[in-house]
């Protein structure tokens, strides 16, 4: 089974085999990736539009990456900085522990985390599951900030991904 996470490519002979259920089974997969990150992210998001072509592999990321971060929020939100520290590593919680103390500004740093690909979501928007942010304005984030990392993740890399591809193959 590790082998179809191996490149976008498998992932996408993988997906292939369901036919029409090929998205269903793509946004599960990338939900889990969100929730449990034992497959590279930037993986999925590049086989979604390998897969789905750019406009519906974005379609297909964004919601399904939408969907996991508003679990992880309320994963943590429900069970705590146990599960939060068992989900991720103590040093990643140590790193980010500090922007719990910003209170409103947390708000401000989390949505501009959220907004650049740069960062570990995952882990913020389960961090953020620790504050007052409320479930309505942890979403409104997500919808508004999140287009544009997955964007750039999604067509950036697959971009990258096919420049070297070709490059290699002349």
């Known amino acids: 089974m590790g082998e179809i996470f191996?490149?976008?490519?498998?992932?996408?002979?993988?997906?292939?085999?369901f036919g029409m259920m090929a998205?269903?089974?793509?946004?599960?997969?990338?939900?889990?990736?969100?929730?449990?990150?034992?497959?590279?992210?930037?993986?999925?998001?590049?086989?979604?539009?390998?897969?789905?072509?750019?406009?519906?592999?974005?379609?297909y990321n964004y919601v399904s990456i939408g969907v996991g971060s508003c679990i992880n929020f309320l994963l943590i939100r429900k069970f705590g900085k146990p599960l939060l520290i068992?989900?991720?590593?103590?040093?990643?919680?140590?790193?980010?522990?500090?922007w719990l103390d910003k209170g409103e500004r947390f708000d401000r740093m989390f949505a501009i985390a959220i907004f650049l690909p740069v960062a570990p979501d995952d882990f913020l928007c389960m961090l953020a599951g620790l504050t007052k942010m409320t479930f309505k304005k942890f979403v409104?984030?997500?919808?508004v900030c999140k287009p544009c990392s997955i964007f750039l993740y999604s067509v950036g890399l697959s971009t990258i991904l096919t420049q070297m591809v070709g490059f290699f193959t002349k």
């Open 6 to 17: 191996a490149s976008p490519e498998a992932l996408q002979q993988y997906l292939i085999q």
């Open 23 to 59: 998205p269903l089974i793509f946004m599960v997969i990338q939900i889990t990736q969100v929730v449990f990150p034992i497959i590279p992210g930037g993986l999925t998001c590049v086989a979604g539009v390998l897969c789905f072509g750019p406009v519906w592999g974005f379609v």
């Open 86 to 98: 068992r989900l991720s590593s103590p040093m990643l919680y140590q790193k980010y522990v500090g």
């Open 140 to 143: 409104m984030i997500i919808a």
